[in-house]
């Protein structure tokens, strides 16, 4: 299976960006993504599920609100990716007084996963800090935190 590419690719030319701030940041998101993907692959973990169980061992026990609160994804997408990842075995459903709260807890299998791929993660982190810089990834994250904020302000 031939590995897939992190560099983005458009009709304009290998490696250059759209001026549109959407596109550009989709198109990065994508390649940063299969960066994290490509090093997680031996958790057999991709980095959309790493995060759900890293924000579900960091509660304990976690519902669907808080869930989307810490990983700012829709309710959808996260029903959908805790389907599959109860599916696997990886997650299971808690006990909650209020049947109608799903709350959701690791499993065994769900914490060994875990184990094996933090450091991983780490690994992917640490190159994509030590290539981009850390000091210009602090630059990007507050910058990002203004346009988040900005994006949020304008869709209310």
Not at 50 to 60: K, N, P
Not at 69 to 74: E, K, N, Q, S, V
Request: charged share 25%; proline share 4%.
């Amino acid at each position: 299976m031939a590995s897939r590419t992190t560099e983005p690719r458009t009709a304009l030319g290998r490696g250059r960006l759209s001026p549109c701030v959407c596109n550009t940041l989709r198109m990065v998101t994508r390649a940063v993504t299969q960066l994290y993907d490509d090093a997680l692959r031996p958790s057999g973990l991709r980095v959309t599920q790493f995060s759900i169980l890293s924000a579900v061992a960091r509660a304990g026990e976690a519902n669907l609100r808080e869930l989307e609160d810490a990983l700012a994804i829709d309710q959808t997408t996260l029903t959908r990716s805790l389907g599959l990842l109860e599916q696997n075995g990886v997650i299971e459903r808690a006990p909650h007084p209020d049947g109608r709260i799903k709350k959701m807890r690791l499993t065994a299998r769900g914490r060994r996963a875990l184990h094996v791929a933090r450091p991983l993660w780490a690994r992917a982190q640490h190159r994509v800090l030590r290539e981009f810089g850390t000091s210009a990834w602090a630059d990007a994250h507050r910058r990002l935190a203004r346009l988040h904020h900005v994006a949020v302000k304008k869709g209310r």
